[in-house]
């Protein structure tokens, strides 16, 4: 290195390392830009939330909170937590709310953490119903070494069995009654089963992730009105923030959430990202204005969409509950255990169309699923609405049930895409894209 100027020579060999790391990064981008995403766990976030999370906040630290810090220099730090903080009360309608989660995961480790002690018993949705891993005995639930007992399952209508799970939970007594899945079709019918929970002396779990955005923009149920003590969620899926979490409670007690304080820092966290915590009070503030409206679209572009793949000739699932009240779609293409889901993933990837396999009710093998998760949060955000959801139901049907050859259908992904990049239900008075890499 010369000491003067500071200019480094890096070999050759190295440099080609950092470019193609580079260059992998951009690509991802584009493909985002030129394709439809369609993961229902996945978002794209406004411009302010884009230059937040790229700013001089990401290598910063701070632990405790807004006002007891480790370190100097957190005084604008603890102007943007304490926003953020009052935001996500308000937002949430929630007497309580920890915006420090650095993932819906790690936000329920936290409350796995300060609601129960290992050995206990939960009870909660398996993963085969849609649950999700941390849910599980090989996730958050095996770590805080719970015992698990699933809740019997109804099919047909793709929620608990009211009556048998209320059964099993007077039964078990669990410590903590968990709520929530990643398939998530349809409100879960809380209330009876939060009672019963409340009965044996369990506390209430509801695990939002996937539905928050649509519980603050109050398009999908109100767990905290319906029971719920502890509500978890990612701050990425339905509601359009960076990656992170959020803890929130119904508890106006202080020693109740004083507890829920510290299974964050120093339960769970160190520093918590402070970028991706800057991005979500900017992503609240946001919400506020467009909230409401965004998840009252998603919604309707999920049905719409579910009616116009059914149209086409699709196997939708919960066709007798109208397919879906959230942002998601299921869809079955083969037979249980087939990989008929795996397959149609792949063919929609080679046509710029980005999913996920799922397993449907009935399928044992999580790699061999017979369906695909869809998801529209993404498409609503950059402005797709019911009649363009046709479109995309066409775009499918090319693909996966007239055997048009992908690449060809890439070509229309692409140009239907290019029309609508620009990021809706935010502060983006500039009409920036949100697909911001070249
Ligand atoms: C996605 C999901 C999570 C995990 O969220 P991350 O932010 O990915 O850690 C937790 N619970 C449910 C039900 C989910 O679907």
Same mark, same amino acid.
């Given at each position: 290195?010369?000491?003067?100027?500071?200019?480094?020579?890096?070999?050759?060999?190295?440099?080609?390392?950092?470019?193609?790391?580079?260059?992998?990064?951009?690509?991802?981008?584009?493909?985002?830009?030129?394709?439809?995403?369609?993961?229902?766990?996945?978002?794209?976030?406004?411009?302010?939330?884009?230059?937040?999370?790229?700013?001089?906040?990401?290598?910063?630290?701070?632990?405790?909170?807004?006002?007891?810090?480790?370190?100097?220099?957190?005084?604008?730090?603890?102007?943007?937590?304490?926003?953020?903080?009052?935001?996500?009360?308000?937002?949430?309608?929630?007497?309580?709310?920890?915006?420090?989660?650095?993932?819906?995961?790690? %936000?329920?480790?936290?409350?796995?953490?300060?609601?129960?002690k290992p050995g206990d018993r939960i009870t909660a949705v398996s993963t085969a119903d849609g649950g999700h891993i941390s849910h599980a005995r090989m996730g958050a639930v095996g770590l805080r070494d719970l015992a698990l007992t699933t809740y019997p399952w109804d099919e047909a209508r793709m929620e608990p069995d009211i009556d048998a799970a209320c059964a099993m939970i007077r039964e078990v007594k669990p410590k903590v009654a968990l709520f929530g899945q990643s398939v998530f079709l349809f409100p879960t019918p809380l209330k009876e089963m939060a009672d019963a929970a409340k009965e044996v002396g369990a506390a209430v779990m509801y695990d939002g992730a996937h539905v928050l955005g649509l519980i603050a923009g109050g398009q999908f149920q109100d767990?905290?009105?319906?029971?719920?003590?502890?509500?978890?969620?990612? %701050?990425?899926?339905?509601?359009?923030?960076?990656?992170?979490?959020?803890?929130?409670? %119904?508890?106006?007690?202080?020693?109740?959430?004083? @507890?829920?304080?510290?299974a964050m820092f120093p339960g769970v966290c160190s520093s918590y990202h402070l970028h991706h915590v800057a991005g979500k009070v900017m992503a609240l503030a946001e919400f506020k204005e467009y909230g409401e409206?965004?998840?009252?679209?998603?919604?309707?572009?999920?049905?719409?969409?579910?009616?116009?793949?059914?149209?086409?000739?699709?196997?939708?699932?919960?066709?007798? @509950?109208?397919?879906?009240?959230?942002?998601?779609?299921?869809?079955?293409?083969?037979?249980?255990?087939?990989?008929?889901?795996?397959?149609?993933?792949?063919?929609?990837?080679?046509?710029?169309?980005?999913?996920?396999?799922?397993m449907l009710p009935g399928d044992t093998k999580a790699m061999q699923p017979s369906g695909l998760r869809l998801g529209v949060q993404e498409l609503t955000r950059v402005g797709f609405d019911t009649d363009l959801m046709k479109d995309v139901a066409k775009l499918y049907a090319r693909v996966l049930l007239h055997d048009e050859d992908p690449a060809s259908v890439k070509a229309d992904v692409r140009a239907l895409k290019n029309e609508h990049h620009v990021i809706r239900y935010c502060f983006n008075e500039e009409g920036r894209s949100g697909y911001p890499v070249a």
């Open positions: 290195m010369d000491q003067r100027t500071g200019a480094w020579t890096p070999s050759e060999e190295n440099r080609q390392l950092g470019l193609t790391v580079l260059e992998a990064v951009k690509s991802s981008g584009r493909l985002y830009r030129d394709g439809l995403g369609m993961i229902a766990s996945e978002n794209i976030v406004s411009p302010f939330v884009q230059d937040i999370v790229a700013s001089d906040l990401h290598g910063r630290y701070a632990e405790g909170l807004p006002g007891k810090r480790y370190y100097q220099g957190c005084d604008d730090f603890d102007t943007i937590e304490s926003l953020g903080i009052t935001l996500a009360k308000e937002v949430f309608n929630a007497p309580f709310a920890n915006i420090q989660s650095t993932s819906g995961t790690v %936000s329920n480790i936290g409350a796995l953490k300060a609601l129960a767990p905290l009105r319906e029971g719920a003590d502890v509500m978890t969620g990612s %701050s990425h899926k339905t509601f359009p923030g960076p990656q992170g979490g959020f803890l929130l409670s %119904s508890s106006e007690d202080e020693a109740y959430q004083k @507890r829920l304080n510290t409206a965004y998840a009252r679209d998603t919604v309707a572009n999920a049905q719409a969409f579910a009616q116009a793949l059914a149209a086409e000739g699709f196997d939708v699932l919960a066709e007798g @509950r109208g397919y879906t009240a959230s942002h998601q779609v299921l869809t079955r293409h083969g037979a249980l255990d087939s990989g008929a889901g795996a397959k149609a993933a792949h063919r929609l990837e080679q046509a710029g169309i980005i999913t996920n396999m799922n």
